[in-house]
């Protein structure tokens, strides 16, 4: 079964917008990673943060974590065409059956229009 | 330089014939996984190794068979593929933390198979 889920499952934004994708997950976890898919091609790793983190940036990404509420979310700051792409977020379980294991979300598609 | 390898990248075969799906990593990770891309579906975990001989099921895995001999091969085996098979799928690999804490993924380029 799918740990995370990605929201919305696509988003349409102008260039230099702000995008903002969100991910709800179902069990503990020791940390949450974001993926870029650029289409058909393989996955990149994009940022992780860690279950004791709340906060964390990389150049114009910034990734939050709410434990609490199960949810993290990915925002994309001034967009570019260039950011066109599928955003996945994956979780790995913190204990029981399958920990460490990676369960990726269904992802969310994003089109940024020059 | 870094890499997940998997061959072939693409592939056109028939119902019932064997086909192997190879992956290799050269960053001695622990752990590698296999997804299947479908549209709509997003990625779905076949089957994931923690470490060598150390093998388990993910969410579809009726139909493949993986085995982990080598710490850098991860191969996916189609005993007799059919067509809802036809699909694109990805090898993965990645450090483990004290055996459970996974690290960044890396990822091939990943095998779309069409089976007729």
């Known amino acids: 079964s799918q740990q995370g889920e990605e929201d919305p499952q696509a988003l349409s934004i102008q260039e230099g917008e702000n995008a903002t994708m969100n991910c709800s997950y179902k069990?503990?976890?020791?940390?949450l990673q974001w993926y870029r898919q650029n289409s058909g091609r393989g996955l990149v790793h994009l940022i992780l943060?860690?279950?004791?983190?709340r906060e964390k940036h990389s150049g114009r990404l910034r990734v939050t974590l709410d434990t609490s509420k199960k949810s993290s979310s990915l925002l994309i700051t001034a967009s570019r065409a260039a950011d066109t792409a599928s955003y996945f977020c994956?979780?790995?379980?913190?204990?029981?059956?399958?920990?460490?294991?990676?369960?990726f979300g269904k992802g969310t598609k994003l089109s940024v229009k020059p | 330089e870094a890499q997940v390898t998997q061959n072939p990248r693409y592939l056109i075969t028939v119902t019932g014939k064997k086909l192997t799906v190879t992956c290799s990593q050269n960053?001695?990770?622990?752990?590698m996984s296999w997804y299947r891309q479908d549209p709509g579906l997003g990625l779905r975990q076949i089957y994931y190794s923690m470490n060598v001989e150390v093998t388990d099921k993910g969410d579809v895995p009726e139909g493949y068979k993986v085995s982990r001999k080598e710490k850098r091969n991860f191969p996916l085996i189609l005993e007799s593929p059919s067509p809802n098979q036809t699909s694109l799928y990805f090898c993965?690999?990645?450090?483990?933390?004290?055996?459970?804490?996974?690290?960044?993924?890396?990822f091939g380029e990943g095998s779309r198979l069409t089976v007729l």
């Open positions: 069990t503990s976890i020791n940390n």
């Open positions: 960053m001695n990770h622990e752990y």
């Open positions: 994956a979780t790995a379980r913190n204990y029981g059956g399958s920990q460490g294991n990676l369960i």
């Open positions: 943060i860690r279950s004791n983190e």
């Open positions: 993965a690999s990645s450090f483990q933390i004290a055996g459970v804490k996974t690290g960044e993924l890396f």
